[in-house]
Each structure stands twice: as C-alpha cells, then as structure tokens.
C-alpha cells in the first residue's frame, strides 16, 4: 500500500543539504507513507535548486507510483527523483522531487537529508 498527504503549510521543514550545499529547502513537502519503507518527503520542484542538478538517464518503475525519473550531481548520480505521471494513489506527488538518504533530524518539525 502507498499513500500520499500534504504536511500542511509550515508545519514541517525539509532541507537537503550535501558538502554543506543546500540542495532543497520546503516547507511544503508532500509524505510519501509505504509498507515496510520509512516516510519519504516529495519537495515541489521550486523549493528545490534544480539549476545544480542534471537530469539523468536513469528511469525505475515502482509498482504502486509509476516510472521515477532521475537527477545527479557531478559526484552524485541520481540522488534524487520524481514521477511526472504518477499512478492514482499518489497522483499528488507529480513532479515533486524526493531525495536519496532523506531522514528525520532531531529538531521536532524538520527533517534533514545528507548525503
């Protein structure tokens, strides 16, 4: 089972930070909440600096949300993902980007992915 739900405006802050790099910054991030897998965060596109990222060859289909497309870094390749046409469980998380190693920090309200 997959399902998808909005945080709620400012009630959670993701940011995603790499060799002291901001990669993604939301308040706005979408939970991805998957048997078996921890919560993963979907940040919409805007919120996250796609001008750092390249998009990448790679595409993985996921039974329950589709066909993710990929994006990479010089020394990171497809760190992060997306599904531009999501399945309709999860039809909320179009074009919102989640990032590999994506986890909860210890500040109450924020997360923190680093990889």
């Known amino acids: 089972m997959v399902s998808a739900e909005a945080a709620g405006e400012?009630?959670?802050r993701v940011r995603v930070v790499r060799d002291g790099q901001v990669l993604a910054d939301s308040t706005r991030p979408l939970l991805?909440?998957?048997?078996?897998?921890?919560?993963?965060?979907?940040?919409?596109?805007e919120d996250?600096?796609?001008d750092l990222l390249s998009p990448s060859d790679t595409r993985t289909?996921?039974?329950?949300?589709?066909?993710?497309?990929?994006?990479?870094?010089?020394?990171a390749p497809d760190i992060a993902w997306?599904?531009?046409?999501p399945l309709a469980a999860v039809?909320?998380?179009?074009?919102?980007?989640?990032?590999?190693?994506?986890e909860?920090?210890?500040?109450?309200?924020?997360?923190?992915?680093?990889?």
């Open 32 to 45: 991805v909440h998957e048997d078996g897998l921890p919560v993963r965060y979907y940040l919409p596109p």
């Open 10 to 12: 400012g009630a959670l």
């Open 82 to 85: 997306a599904y531009h046409e």
């Open 104 to 115: 909860s920090d210890s500040e109450p309200g924020e997360a923190l992915a680093v990889n």
């Open 61 to 75: 289909t996921c039974p329950y949300k589709g066909v993710a497309a990929y994006w990479s870094l010089p020394d």
């Open 48 to 50: 996250v600096r796609l």
């Open 91 to 102: 039809t909320l998380i179009k074009d919102h980007l989640c990032f590999i190693g994506t």
